[in-house]
Protein backbone atom coordinates (compact mmCIF):
# COMPACT_ATOMS: atom_id res chain seq x y z
CA UNK A 1 0.00 0.00 0.00
CA UNK A 2 2.62 2.68 -0.88
CA UNK A 3 1.72 6.16 -0.32
CA UNK A 4 2.35 7.28 -3.49
CA UNK A 5 -0.10 5.22 -5.25
CA UNK A 6 -3.14 5.51 -2.91
CA UNK A 7 -6.32 3.15 -3.07
CA UNK A 8 -9.62 4.00 -3.27
CA UNK A 9 -11.27 1.18 -3.22
CA UNK A 10 -14.29 0.39 -1.21
CA UNK A 11 -12.87 -1.64 1.60
CA UNK A 12 -16.04 -3.62 1.41
CA UNK A 13 -15.20 -4.82 -2.28
CA UNK A 14 -11.32 -6.21 -0.75
CA UNK A 15 -11.26 -10.19 -0.89
CA UNK A 16 -10.22 -10.97 2.73
CA UNK A 17 -7.26 -13.35 0.83
CA UNK A 18 -5.88 -9.83 -0.27
CA UNK A 19 -4.22 -10.05 3.25
CA UNK A 20 -2.36 -13.09 3.84
CA UNK A 21 -2.99 -14.95 6.72
CA UNK A 22 -0.98 -13.94 9.53
CA UNK A 23 0.17 -10.77 7.85
CA UNK A 24 -2.16 -8.32 10.28
CA UNK A 25 -4.34 -5.74 8.95
CA UNK A 26 -1.69 -3.20 8.36
CA UNK A 27 0.57 -5.71 5.96
CA UNK A 28 1.89 -3.53 3.31
CA UNK A 29 1.74 0.01 5.02
CA UNK A 30 5.48 0.82 5.72
CA UNK A 31 6.30 2.64 8.43
CA UNK A 32 9.71 5.35 9.05
CA UNK A 33 10.71 5.73 12.58
CA UNK A 34 12.55 8.56 13.68
CA UNK A 35 12.31 8.84 17.42
CA UNK A 36 14.04 7.63 20.49
CA UNK A 37 12.88 6.70 23.65
CA UNK A 38 9.04 6.43 24.52
CA UNK A 39 6.40 8.10 22.26
CA UNK A 40 7.35 8.22 18.87
CA UNK A 41 8.73 4.11 19.32
CA UNK A 42 5.06 3.18 21.17
CA UNK A 43 3.47 4.69 18.37
CA UNK A 44 6.00 2.76 16.09
CA UNK A 45 5.50 -0.61 18.18
CA UNK A 46 1.73 -0.15 18.07
CA UNK A 47 1.67 -0.39 14.13
CA UNK A 48 4.24 -2.70 13.63
CA UNK A 49 2.32 -5.22 16.01
CA UNK A 50 -0.36 -5.39 13.82
CA UNK A 51 1.20 -6.18 10.48
CA UNK A 52 3.16 -2.73 9.35
CA UNK A 53 6.74 -3.06 8.24
CA UNK A 54 8.79 -0.93 10.84
CA UNK A 55 12.04 0.87 10.14
CA UNK A 56 13.60 2.12 12.81
CA UNK A 57 16.67 4.61 12.37
CA UNK A 58 19.09 4.94 15.14
CA UNK A 59 22.27 6.61 15.40
CA UNK A 60 25.51 4.18 14.61
CA UNK A 61 26.84 5.64 17.74
CA UNK A 62 24.51 3.64 20.31
CA UNK A 63 21.04 3.43 18.91
CA UNK A 64 18.49 4.61 21.19
CA UNK A 65 18.72 5.31 24.39
CA UNK A 66 15.98 3.17 25.61
CA UNK A 67 18.44 -0.02 24.79
CA UNK A 68 20.01 0.96 28.10
CA UNK A 69 17.27 2.18 30.29
CA UNK A 70 16.15 -0.54 33.59
CA UNK A 71 17.11 -4.07 33.59
CA UNK A 72 19.31 -5.10 31.04
CA UNK A 73 20.16 -8.71 29.89
CA UNK A 74 23.14 -9.38 30.84
CA UNK A 75 23.10 -7.39 33.89
CA UNK A 76 26.37 -6.02 32.69
CA UNK A 77 27.03 -4.09 29.83
CA UNK A 78 23.49 -6.19 28.51
CA UNK A 79 20.33 -4.90 26.58
CA UNK A 80 17.22 -3.39 28.34
CA UNK A 81 14.68 -5.84 28.62
CA UNK A 82 12.10 -2.78 27.90
CA UNK A 83 13.73 -3.08 24.62
CA UNK A 84 12.63 -6.28 23.60
CA UNK A 85 9.19 -5.22 23.44
CA UNK A 86 9.57 -1.83 22.52
CA UNK A 87 11.16 -2.76 19.55
CA UNK A 88 9.45 -5.63 18.89
CA UNK A 89 8.73 -6.40 14.93
CA UNK A 90 11.09 -3.41 13.91
CA UNK A 91 13.66 -3.31 11.72
CA UNK A 92 17.05 -1.60 12.88
CA UNK A 93 19.16 0.77 10.86
CA UNK A 94 21.80 2.57 11.59
CA UNK A 95 22.02 6.38 9.57
CA UNK A 96 24.20 9.55 10.89
CA UNK A 97 21.78 12.14 10.21
CA UNK A 98 24.52 14.49 10.14
CA UNK A 99 26.16 13.55 7.15
CA UNK A 100 24.53 14.47 3.88
CA UNK A 101 24.57 10.76 2.13
CA UNK A 102 22.94 9.71 5.85
CA UNK A 103 20.23 12.12 5.01
CA UNK A 104 19.84 10.78 1.79
CA UNK A 105 19.05 7.47 2.95
CA UNK A 106 15.98 9.10 4.99
CA UNK A 107 14.63 10.80 2.52
CA UNK A 108 14.93 7.60 0.26
CA UNK A 109 13.16 5.78 2.74
CA UNK A 110 10.94 8.07 3.30
CA UNK A 111 9.98 8.38 -0.25
CA UNK A 112 8.60 5.04 0.07
CA UNK A 113 6.75 4.76 3.07
CA UNK A 114 3.05 5.73 4.38
CA UNK A 115 4.15 7.03 7.67
CA UNK A 116 7.16 8.81 8.84
CA UNK A 117 6.79 8.82 13.01
CA UNK A 118 9.14 11.38 14.84
CA UNK A 119 9.50 12.69 17.95
CA UNK A 120 12.01 15.25 18.08
CA UNK A 121 11.99 19.19 19.03
CA UNK A 122 10.05 21.19 16.72
CA UNK A 123 12.56 22.53 14.12
CA UNK A 124 14.91 20.04 14.21
CA UNK A 125 14.17 17.99 11.14
CA UNK A 126 13.72 21.17 9.22
CA UNK A 127 17.21 21.87 10.02
CA UNK A 128 18.41 18.68 8.79
CA UNK A 129 16.59 19.22 5.76
CA UNK A 130 14.43 16.03 6.44
CA UNK A 131 10.88 18.34 7.25
CA UNK A 132 7.95 17.53 5.94
CA UNK A 133 8.02 20.00 3.00
CA UNK A 134 10.68 18.41 1.61
CA UNK A 135 9.48 14.41 2.23
CA UNK A 136 6.30 14.94 0.99
CA UNK A 137 7.68 16.57 -1.83
CA UNK A 138 8.54 13.70 -3.31
CA UNK A 139 5.81 11.64 -1.75
CA UNK A 140 2.57 13.57 -1.37
CA UNK A 141 0.85 10.95 0.51
CA UNK A 142 2.90 10.43 3.33
CA UNK A 143 1.49 10.77 6.60
CA UNK A 144 3.82 12.40 9.22
CA UNK A 145 3.34 11.82 12.75
CA UNK A 146 5.14 14.39 14.99
CA UNK A 147 5.01 14.02 18.86
CA UNK A 148 6.64 16.61 21.30
CA UNK A 149 5.78 18.14 24.43
CA UNK A 150 4.25 21.64 23.36
CA UNK A 151 3.16 20.61 19.56
CA UNK A 152 4.93 22.53 16.22
CA UNK A 153 3.54 26.14 17.60
CA UNK A 154 2.58 27.92 20.14
CA UNK A 155 4.70 29.90 23.07
CA UNK A 156 6.54 26.87 23.91
CA UNK A 157 6.85 24.84 20.95
CA UNK A 158 11.03 25.09 21.61
CA UNK A 159 11.24 24.22 25.25
CA UNK A 160 12.18 20.25 25.49
CA UNK A 161 8.91 18.08 27.23
CA UNK A 162 9.34 14.97 28.33
CA UNK A 163 5.87 12.94 29.58
CA UNK A 164 6.68 14.05 33.43
CA UNK A 165 6.21 17.58 32.44
CA UNK A 166 2.86 17.13 30.00
CA UNK A 167 1.50 14.84 32.78
CA UNK A 168 1.88 17.71 35.07
CA UNK A 169 0.89 20.97 32.56
CA UNK A 170 -2.01 18.70 31.36
CA UNK A 171 -3.62 18.32 34.90
CA UNK A 172 -3.30 14.65 35.29
CA UNK A 173 -0.78 15.39 38.46
CA UNK A 174 -2.56 17.90 39.91
CA UNK A 175 -5.64 15.53 40.94
CA UNK A 176 -3.55 12.66 41.61
CA UNK A 177 -2.58 11.62 45.19
CA UNK A 178 -3.92 12.43 48.47
CA UNK A 179 -4.64 16.19 49.40
CA UNK A 180 -2.19 16.63 52.54
CA UNK A 181 0.77 14.86 50.12
CA UNK A 182 2.54 16.45 47.20
CA UNK A 183 1.22 14.94 43.77
CA UNK A 184 3.04 11.83 42.94
CA UNK A 185 3.86 10.86 39.74
CA UNK A 186 2.28 7.11 38.41
CA UNK A 187 4.87 4.81 38.16
CA UNK A 188 5.13 4.18 34.02
CA UNK A 189 5.46 6.70 31.55
CA UNK A 190 1.95 6.84 30.84
CA UNK A 191 2.17 11.13 29.16
CA UNK A 192 4.12 9.76 26.95
CA UNK A 193 2.06 6.04 25.84
CA UNK A 194 -1.12 8.49 26.15
CA UNK A 195 0.35 10.83 23.05
CA UNK A 196 1.51 7.57 21.59
CA UNK A 197 -1.68 6.09 21.15
CA UNK A 198 -3.32 9.67 19.70
CA UNK A 199 -0.20 9.51 17.30
CA UNK A 200 -1.68 6.48 15.99
CA UNK A 201 -5.27 6.75 16.07
CA UNK A 202 -4.28 10.24 13.84
CA UNK A 203 -1.76 8.31 12.08
CA UNK A 204 -4.91 6.14 10.93
CA UNK A 205 -7.54 8.63 10.14
CA UNK A 206 -5.34 10.49 7.90
CA UNK A 207 -4.39 7.29 6.21
CA UNK A 208 -8.12 6.35 5.96
CA UNK A 209 -8.61 9.95 4.34
CA UNK A 210 -5.76 9.18 2.22
CA UNK A 211 -6.85 6.11 0.95
CA UNK A 212 -10.62 6.30 0.78
CA UNK A 213 -11.27 10.01 0.45
CA UNK A 214 -9.46 11.29 -2.10
CA UNK A 215 -7.29 13.01 0.51
CA UNK A 216 -2.88 13.59 0.24
CA UNK A 217 -1.17 12.77 2.95
CA UNK A 218 -0.86 15.19 5.96
CA UNK A 219 0.77 16.31 9.64
CA UNK A 220 -0.43 14.46 12.77
CA UNK A 221 0.99 17.21 15.04
CA UNK A 222 0.24 15.74 18.46
CA UNK A 223 1.66 17.72 21.71
CA UNK A 224 2.14 15.36 24.74
CA UNK A 225 0.82 17.76 27.36
CA UNK A 226 -2.43 18.02 25.03
CA UNK A 227 -2.76 14.53 25.03
CA UNK A 228 -2.96 14.09 28.60
CA UNK A 229 -5.29 17.12 28.81
CA UNK A 230 -7.56 15.47 26.49
CA UNK A 231 -8.61 12.80 28.78
CA UNK A 232 -9.20 14.79 31.90
CA UNK A 233 -13.00 14.07 31.87
CA UNK A 234 -15.21 17.13 32.81
CA UNK A 235 -12.89 19.37 34.61
CA UNK A 236 -12.60 21.85 31.53
CA UNK A 237 -16.45 22.64 31.74
CA UNK A 238 -16.82 21.77 35.53
CA UNK A 239 -13.69 25.22 35.82
CA UNK A 240 -15.74 27.49 32.93
CA UNK A 241 -19.37 27.20 34.36
CA UNK A 242 -18.88 26.64 38.24
CA UNK A 243 -15.18 28.41 38.41
CA UNK A 244 -14.32 24.73 40.05
CA UNK A 245 -11.23 22.92 40.34
CA UNK A 246 -11.12 19.95 41.33
CA UNK A 247 -8.27 18.78 43.71
CA UNK A 248 -6.70 15.42 45.12
CA UNK A 249 -9.22 12.68 46.84
CA UNK A 250 -7.06 10.09 47.15
CA UNK A 251 -8.27 6.61 46.19
CA UNK A 252 -11.86 7.74 45.55
CA UNK A 253 -13.59 9.06 42.33
CA UNK A 254 -14.66 12.13 43.15
CA UNK A 255 -18.24 12.88 42.11
CA UNK A 256 -18.85 9.09 41.31
CA UNK A 257 -20.35 7.31 44.52
CA UNK A 258 -19.36 4.55 45.54
CA UNK A 259 -15.91 4.09 43.56
CA UNK A 260 -12.90 3.28 45.91
CA UNK A 261 -10.29 1.25 47.84
CA UNK A 262 -11.23 -0.29 50.40
CA UNK A 263 -9.26 -2.62 53.16
CA UNK A 264 -9.83 -5.53 54.17
CA UNK A 265 -8.09 -7.33 57.36
CA UNK A 266 -5.41 -8.64 54.87
CA UNK A 267 -5.00 -5.63 52.05
CA UNK A 268 -6.84 -3.75 49.89
CA UNK A 269 -9.93 -3.95 46.96
CA UNK A 270 -10.82 -2.14 44.73
CA UNK A 271 -15.20 -1.19 44.13
CA UNK A 272 -16.93 0.14 41.80
CA UNK A 273 -20.10 0.65 42.71
CA UNK A 274 -21.49 3.49 41.12
CA UNK A 275 -24.29 2.85 38.24
CA UNK A 276 -27.61 2.43 40.26
CA UNK A 277 -27.89 -0.92 40.68
CA UNK A 278 -25.20 -2.32 41.35
CA UNK A 279 -25.13 0.07 44.24
CA UNK A 280 -28.53 -1.34 45.44
CA UNK A 281 -26.85 -4.89 44.91
CA UNK A 282 -23.35 -3.42 46.55
CA UNK A 283 -25.47 -2.48 49.68
CA UNK A 284 -27.86 -5.48 50.19
CA UNK A 285 -24.79 -7.93 49.64
CA UNK A 286 -23.09 -5.54 53.22
CA UNK A 287 -26.29 -6.25 54.90
CA UNK A 288 -27.04 -2.40 54.47
CA UNK A 289 -31.14 -2.76 53.21
CA UNK A 290 -31.64 0.45 54.47
CA UNK A 291 -29.18 2.24 52.26
CA UNK A 292 -30.35 0.26 49.74
CA UNK A 293 -34.05 0.97 49.87
CA UNK A 294 -33.23 4.65 50.63
CA UNK A 295 -34.71 7.17 47.81
CA UNK A 296 -32.56 9.44 48.35
CA UNK A 297 -29.22 7.40 47.28
CA UNK A 298 -31.23 5.71 44.24
CA UNK A 299 -29.33 8.19 41.94
CA UNK A 300 -25.84 9.16 41.94
CA UNK A 301 -26.25 12.76 42.51
CA UNK A 302 -28.27 11.64 45.99
CA UNK A 303 -25.31 9.52 46.66
CA UNK A 304 -22.27 12.25 46.40
CA UNK A 305 -23.03 14.08 49.35
CA UNK A 306 -23.27 11.32 51.04
CA UNK A 307 -20.02 9.50 50.08
CA UNK A 308 -18.56 9.41 53.61
CA UNK A 309 -20.99 7.55 54.75
CA UNK A 310 -21.99 5.17 52.46
CA UNK A 311 -17.79 4.68 52.35
CA UNK A 312 -17.75 4.19 55.98
CA UNK A 313 -20.54 1.55 55.47
CA UNK A 314 -18.97 -0.37 53.23
CA UNK A 315 -15.68 -0.15 55.42
CA UNK A 316 -16.89 -1.42 58.12
CA UNK A 317 -18.04 -4.25 56.72
CA UNK A 318 -14.86 -5.14 54.93
CA UNK A 319 -12.67 -4.23 58.06
CA UNK A 320 -13.67 -8.14 59.82
CA UNK A 321 -12.83 -9.40 56.30
CA UNK A 322 -9.92 -11.42 54.30
CA UNK A 323 -9.88 -10.03 50.71
CA UNK A 324 -10.92 -13.84 49.02
CA UNK A 325 -13.93 -13.47 51.91
CA UNK A 326 -15.15 -9.70 50.78
CA UNK A 327 -14.16 -11.22 46.93
CA UNK A 328 -16.51 -14.25 47.14
CA UNK A 329 -19.68 -12.21 48.52
CA UNK A 330 -19.45 -9.36 46.46
CA UNK A 331 -18.38 -11.98 42.94
CA UNK A 332 -21.86 -13.40 43.86
CA UNK A 333 -23.69 -10.22 44.23
CA UNK A 334 -22.50 -9.26 40.83
CA UNK A 335 -20.70 -6.08 42.23
CA UNK A 336 -17.53 -4.57 39.94
CA UNK A 337 -14.44 -5.78 42.55
CA UNK A 338 -11.00 -6.22 42.31
CA UNK A 339 -7.66 -7.22 44.34
CA UNK A 340 -4.91 -4.91 43.22
CA UNK A 341 -2.28 -7.02 41.33
CA UNK A 342 1.39 -7.16 41.21
CA UNK A 343 3.11 -8.39 38.52
CA UNK A 344 3.74 -11.58 40.43
CA UNK A 345 -0.40 -11.53 40.84
CA UNK A 346 -0.97 -11.39 36.66
CA UNK A 347 1.95 -14.18 36.04
CA UNK A 348 -1.00 -16.41 38.51
CA UNK A 349 -4.02 -15.56 37.48
CA UNK A 350 -6.32 -17.52 35.31
CA UNK A 351 -7.87 -14.50 33.35
CA UNK A 352 -4.11 -13.46 32.10
CA UNK A 353 -3.50 -17.27 31.08
CA UNK A 354 -6.84 -17.77 29.58
CA UNK A 355 -6.57 -14.64 27.01
CA UNK A 356 -2.84 -15.83 26.65
CA UNK A 357 -1.82 -12.54 27.54
CA UNK A 358 1.85 -13.16 28.84
CA UNK A 359 3.84 -15.23 25.89
CA UNK A 360 7.18 -16.31 26.29
CA UNK A 361 10.22 -16.34 23.81
CA UNK A 362 14.00 -17.02 23.88
CA UNK A 363 15.95 -14.03 23.69
CA UNK A 364 19.64 -13.64 23.08
CA UNK A 365 22.14 -11.00 23.59
CA UNK A 366 24.42 -10.00 20.79
CA UNK A 367 27.01 -12.81 20.56
CA UNK A 368 25.50 -15.52 22.06
CA UNK A 369 24.98 -18.67 20.26
CA UNK A 370 22.26 -21.34 19.29
CA UNK A 371 21.33 -22.45 23.01
CA UNK A 372 22.15 -19.62 24.64
CA UNK A 373 19.93 -16.77 25.74
CA UNK A 374 16.95 -16.37 28.29
CA UNK A 375 13.45 -17.12 28.04
CA UNK A 376 11.54 -13.45 28.37
CA UNK A 377 8.17 -13.32 29.19
CA UNK A 378 6.61 -10.15 27.39
CA UNK A 379 2.71 -8.74 26.81
CA UNK A 380 0.81 -10.38 24.32
CA UNK A 381 -0.24 -7.94 21.66
CA UNK A 382 -3.71 -6.25 22.31
CA UNK A 383 -6.41 -5.37 21.45
CA UNK A 384 -7.47 -8.61 19.88
CA UNK A 385 -8.51 -8.67 16.30
CA UNK A 386 -10.80 -11.73 15.50
CA UNK A 387 -9.34 -12.54 11.78
CA UNK A 388 -6.33 -9.97 11.96
CA UNK A 389 -4.63 -10.48 15.07
CA UNK A 390 -1.36 -8.62 16.05
CA UNK A 391 1.54 -10.79 16.74
CA UNK A 392 5.21 -10.93 18.09
CA UNK A 393 6.80 -11.91 15.13
CA UNK A 394 10.50 -11.10 16.62
CA UNK A 395 12.26 -9.30 19.37
CA UNK A 396 13.84 -5.89 19.86
CA UNK A 397 16.52 -6.04 17.11
CA UNK A 398 20.79 -5.69 18.01
CA UNK A 399 21.47 -2.43 16.86
CA UNK A 400 22.16 -1.67 12.87
CA UNK A 401 20.47 -5.53 12.44
CA UNK A 402 18.41 -4.81 8.81
CA UNK A 403 21.03 -2.06 7.62
CA UNK A 404 22.36 -4.10 5.40
CA UNK A 405 19.11 -5.87 4.08
CA UNK A 406 17.03 -2.23 3.99
CA UNK A 407 19.46 -0.62 1.75
CA UNK A 408 19.79 -3.66 -0.72
CA UNK A 409 15.82 -2.89 -1.31
CA UNK A 410 16.67 1.04 -1.92
CA UNK A 411 19.02 -0.31 -4.41
CA UNK A 412 22.58 0.33 -2.70
CA UNK A 413 25.06 -2.59 -3.31
CA UNK A 414 27.61 -3.91 -1.36
CA UNK A 415 30.59 -1.98 -2.28
CA UNK A 416 28.40 1.09 -1.46
CA UNK A 417 27.01 -0.17 1.77
CA UNK A 418 30.99 -1.10 3.05
CA UNK A 419 31.91 2.54 1.68
CA UNK A 420 28.75 4.02 3.86
CA UNK A 421 30.04 1.64 6.76
CA UNK A 422 34.16 3.00 6.41
CA UNK A 423 32.78 6.33 6.39
CA UNK A 424 30.34 5.81 9.66
CA UNK A 425 27.37 6.83 7.42
CA UNK A 426 25.39 3.87 8.73
Same mark, same amino acid.
Given at each position: ??? @?????????????????????????????E? &?????????????G?????????????????????????????????W???????????????????????????????? +???????????????????????????L????????????????????? @????S???????? &??????????????????????????A?? @????????????????????????N?????V???????????R????????????T???????????????????????? +?D?????N???L @????????????????????????????????????????????????????PQ????????????????????????????A???????T??????????? &?????????????????I?????????
Amino acid at each position: MSA @AAPSHESPHSRSNASVAKGAGPLAGVKVLEL &GTLIAGPFAARFLGEFGAEVIKVEDPKGGDPLRKWRKLYPEAGGTSLWWAVQARNKKSVTVNLKAEEGKEIVRRLAKEAD +IVIENFRPGLLEKLGLGYDVLSKQNPGLVMVRLSGYGQSGPYRDRPGFG @AIAESMGGLRHIT &GYPDLPPPRIGISIGDSIAALHGVIGAMM @ALHHRNMNGGSGQIVDVALYEAVFNMMESVVPEYGVYGMVRERTGASLPGIVPSNTYPCRDGSIVIGGNSDPIFKRLMMA +IDRADLANDPQL @AHNDGRVPRTAEIDGAIAAWLSTRTINEALDVLNAADVPVGRIYSVADMFADPQFAARQMIQQFRWQAPGEQEGEGVDIALPAVTPKLSATPGDTRWLGPAL &GEHTDEVLRTLGYDADHIARLREQHIV
